[in-house]
């Protein structure tokens, strides 16, 4: 799979459900110490590569950072614009679980955010489920400790590392989710009920106060009774006042802007080579 030869072998609802993304930044600014986004790649369950773009930068490419981005300058040629890759991406991973090796760097470069209970990181799952003996475990470590390949002996390739990292991911994936924390669970469970209409919705607010004002002849309904009824409303509030969230940021996250100077995300000083850390 890492290398893109493995057949589909999906589980039942794993098919559609799980995406992993990657990307390679290069270097710009001064000795090109700043990171910018150039390359971003997502795959499916399966490997199959679902996207995968150069993007265009807004500044003078100081350090294509070749031998561990893999990008060069014949690559920008067919570059795409920022934010129609960003737009692209996001709509890729609305609703999914995302799957990434230190994945909050490949969003902090994207100007996305995605919700938290649908997010899987292989480094800290790895690091919390010791998998390796290492707090924050590299990619390369990981393919080699799992399936004993030599990985990033050169350039490296943000398809094969999102193929890596979900093939890591689908090793362990029912131990890591059976091991996530209870409040991821129950924000799929209320993302579930988001599905229920508007109407449907506004018909249990509007049955609940009915049911409020039409009882000042009858007879007062028990205490069990109550009590369902205000939990009744309590839920159809709750449920509105999140499809509203919903609404404005769909997918549950929100959508930065960039600031239309440049897509640098991460600044060092110099001889700090972070990226060299993150696979």
């Known amino acids: 799979m890492i290398l893109g030869e493995s057949t589909e ?3 039942k609802k794993a098919a559609t459900k799980y995406v992993a993304i990657d990307c390679e930044m290069v270097g710009v600014g001064f000795e ?15 490997g ?10 807004k500044e003078r490419v100081v350090d294509y950072r070749t031998q561990y981005s893999g990008i060069r300058p014949t690559d920008m040629v067919n570059a795409k614009l920022f934010a129609d890759v960003q737009n692209r991406v996001a709509k890729l991973l609305e609703g999914k679980v995302l799957v990434g090796h230190a ?14 209970y649908l997010i899987r990181d292989t ?24 399936f004993g390949m030599a990985f990033h002996t050169g350039e490296h390739s943000s ?17 890591w989710e059976t091991g996530l924390p209870r409040i991821y669970q129950q924000a799929a ?17 509007s049955d609940d106060e009915d049911a409020k004002t ?12 109550r009590k369902a009824e205000d939990a009744s409303a309590e839920t159809a509030k709750v449920i509105l006042q999140a499809k509203k969230r919903a609404a404005t940021f769909p997918g549950g996250g929100r959508k930065g802007v960039s600031s239309g100077l440049s897509t640098v995300v991460k600044h060092k000083d110099k001889g700090a080579s972070w990226w060299k850390e993150l696979k």
Do not use: C
């Open 9 to 11: 072998i999906r589980p």
């Open 48 to 57: 199959t590569v679902l996207l995968d773009e150069i993007v265009q930068q």
């Open 103 to 116: 994945v909050w760097n490949d969003l902090k470069a994207l100007l996305l955010s995605h919700p938290r």
């Open 32 to 46: 090109g110490q700043e990171s910018s986004l150039a390359r971003v790649s997502v795959v499916n369950f399966d």
């Open 189 to 205: 469970s209320l993302k579930k009920l988001l599905n229920v209409a508007p109407a449907e919705t506004s018909e249990l607010l």
């Open 159 to 175: 398809i094969t590392d999102a193929r890596a990292t979900m093939a890591i991911f689908r090793l362990h994936r029912k131990v």
């Open 214 to 225: 039409s009882t000042t002849d009858a007879k007062a309904p028990t205490s069990k009774k």
């Open 123 to 146: 480094q800290v799952l790895a690091a919390k489920h010791k998998v390796v003996k290492s707090p924050r475990p590299a990619l390369r470590h990981l393919v080699a400790h799992e």
